[in-house]
C-alpha cells in the first residue's frame, strides 16, 4: 500500500474515532410536560428545545427516559452524558458544566382547595407534611432550609404518588413546577378546582431549567450546544416550541 494511501485512511479512522467520541446519550426523566414518553415516543417542551439544539450541532445522540436518581447518578459519573430538565442550584453549580436556559419554570405550594392553613414564607411549611421526590431538586431545596426526610419531607416514587397522597390527605403540601402540576392533575382525572396553588417559592429555580453536562464531557462540546441555543433563542424557533406548549 502506497504511503499516500495509508496516511489517508489513517486520517480517516482518526476522525471517525473522534466523531464517535462526540456521541452523546441525553438523559431525562418523566416529567411531564417538559419532558415524557407518548407512543414510545419521548416528547415535551424541553425535549422539544433539546431536539432543536442537537440538530443544530450536528452531534450524534440519543435520548433515554430513566428515574430521576437513575439519570442523574449516570449524568454525574460518565462522560458525555447530559441531563434535562435541571434546576441549577448552588449545591450542583461545580458537579456539572450548564447549558441553558433551555425552559422557564415557576413553582408553587400546592393543596387542597379546602385547605385554610395560610402560609407567608418557608419556614410556616416546616408544621407540614410535604410531599417530593427522591433527588430531584425540591428535595435539595427543602433540605438546603433544614426539612428532614421522614419528618417534614415524604418521599414518594413519582409525582403521581404525590398528586394520590395530597387527594388522600397523606401529605398536607405538595410544592410543584406550575405547569407540571396542572399537567398531573389534569391526566389523574382530578379536577383543576380541586387543587390550588398557596404559595409561590420564588427562589427554586427562578431561572427555569437547564442542561447539566458531565464534566468530563469536552469544551468544545459545551460551546457546540450553547451556541446551537443561542441561535434557535435568536431566530425564533425557541419562542416558537414555547408557544406551542402554552408558555
Do not use: H
Amino acid at each position: 500500500m502506497k504511503t499516500g494511501i495509508k496516511i489517508v485512511l489513517l486520517l480517516c479512522i482518526v476522525l471517525t474515532l473522534s466523531c464517535a467520541k462526540e456521541n452523546l446519550v441525553v438523559l431525562t426523566e418523566e416529567f411531564p410536560p417538559f419532558n415524557f414518553t407518548k407512543n414510545g415516543e419521548v416528547t415535551g417542551l424541553s425535549t422539544e428545545v433539546m431536539k432543536a439544539i442537537l440538530a443544530e450541532t450536528g452531534i450524534a445522540y440519543e435520548i433515554q427516559v430513566n428515574p430521576w436518581k437513575e439519570s442523574y447518578d449516570q449524568a454525574l459519573s460518565t462522560k458525555n452524558c447530559m441531563l434535562f430538565s435541571t434546576s441549577r442550584m448552588e449545591s450542583r453549580e461545580d458537579l456539572f458544566n450548564w447549558v441553558g436556559t433551555i425552559s422557564p419554570a415557576n413553582y408553587s405550594v400546592f393543596a387542597l382547595a379546602d385547605c385554610e392553613i395560610e402560609i407567608t414564607s418557608v419556614e410556616d411549611l416546616k408544621n407540614y407534611k410535604i410531599g417530593i421526590t427522591q433527588g430531584d431538586a425540591r428535595e435539595a431545596y427543602f433540605q438546603s432550609k433544614g426539612f428532614v426526610i421522614g419528618e417534614q419531607l415524604i418521599v414518594a416514587e413519582n409525582n403521581t404518588a404525590n398528586l394520590a397522597k395530597l387527594k388522600n390527605k397523606e401529605i398536607d403540601f405538595w410544592p410543584m413546577p406550575d405547569a407540571v402540576a396542572n399537567y398531573a392533575v389534569n391526566e389523574a382525572g382530578t379536577k383543576p378546582e380541586e387543587i390550588k396553588g398557596i404559595y409561590v417559592l420564588e427562589d427554586l429555580t427562578k431561572d427555569g431549567y437547564f442542561l447539566a453536562v458531565n464534566k468530563s464531557t469536552p469544551d468544545s462540546i459545551v460551546m457546540k450546544l450553547q451556541a446551537a441555543l443561542d441561535k434557535i433563542k435568536a431566530d425564533g424557533t425557541y419562542d416558537k416550541i414555547l408557544k406551542k406548549w402554552g408558555v
